[in-house]
């Protein structure tokens, strides 16, 4: 049985990511409320929930989340940017997630200071 569970968790959670894909092709902005939407946190918690029945768990997870979403809008600023100015996308991917990458170790740089464990 947990085989067959595992296989459905990942075929929904792909699933999701595919429908973001293939809405995207069609309307930019739909598929953008669509990826907005914290739609993997949102299967991560329900996953874990359905798992280990642990609130506390789930509780920390969503706080883990809430920090490190902050890092991760780096790559939003940088990516659309460097498109803008014709950088070539592959290059544009790579260095919006080099610096999401530095931004994330800033941010637990950050929180270690402030006292905040995740």
């Known amino acids: 049985m947990n085989v067959?569970?595992?296989?459905?968790?990942?075929?929904?959670?792909?699933?999701?990511?595919?429908?973001?894909?293939?809405?995207?092709?069609?309307?930019?902005?739909?598929?953008?409320?669509?990826?907005?939407?914290?739609l993997v946190s949102?299967?991560?918690?329900?996953?874990?929930?359905i798992d280990t029945k642990d609130t506390a768990q789930i509780a920390s997870l969503s706080t883990g989340i809430f920090w490190l979403v902050i890092p991760s809008?780096?790559?939003?600023?940088?990516?659309?940017?460097l498109l803008k100015r014709s950088f070539n996308f592959w290059l544009s991917?790579?260095?919006?997630?080099?610096?999401?990458?530095?931004?994330?170790?800033?941010?637990?740089y950050i929180l270690k200071k402030s006292g905040i464990q995740l």
């Open 93 to 108: 991917l790579a260095i919006s997630s080099a610096l999401t990458i530095i931004a994330y170790f800033i941010m637990l």
């Open 73 to 81: 809008l780096v790559f939003f600023i940088v990516l659309p940017i």
């Open 42 to 49: 949102l299967l991560a918690i329900v996953w874990l929930y």
């Open 4 to 38: 067959i569970y595992t296989i459905v968790k990942v075929l929904l959670s792909s699933v999701v990511l595919v429908a973001v894909s293939e809405i995207s092709k069609r309307s930019t902005f739909v598929g953008s409320l669509l990826a907005s939407i914290p």
